[in-house]
């Protein structure tokens, strides 16, 4: 019964953050913290298998790169100001 509910979240976030996201219901904001939770979550989950555990939190890191980008509106790229000048 555990298991089915393990799944179940999961797959409740994903297509929260799919459909929320398809139909404008939800901000990418929000679908970027809703992969935050699943990762964290799935972290968590696989503490036991330390491969799995390090592939989720490599995943993670490029999660939270994001944050800056979608929460403060930061250019995270570096290069798309820099060619918006007329001369170019």
Known sequence: MRIYFEKGFLLLL??????????????????????????????????????????FFFWLTFIINLIPYYQDNHDISGGYFQLDIPEY
């Open 14 to 55: 994903t297509v929260l953050a799919i459909v929320g996201y398809y139909f404008s219901a939800i901000s990418m904001e929000n679908v970027m913290w809703l992969g935050v939770i699943a990762n964290v979550y799935l972290i968590i989950k696989s503490r036991k298998f330390k491969p799995m555990a390090l592939m």
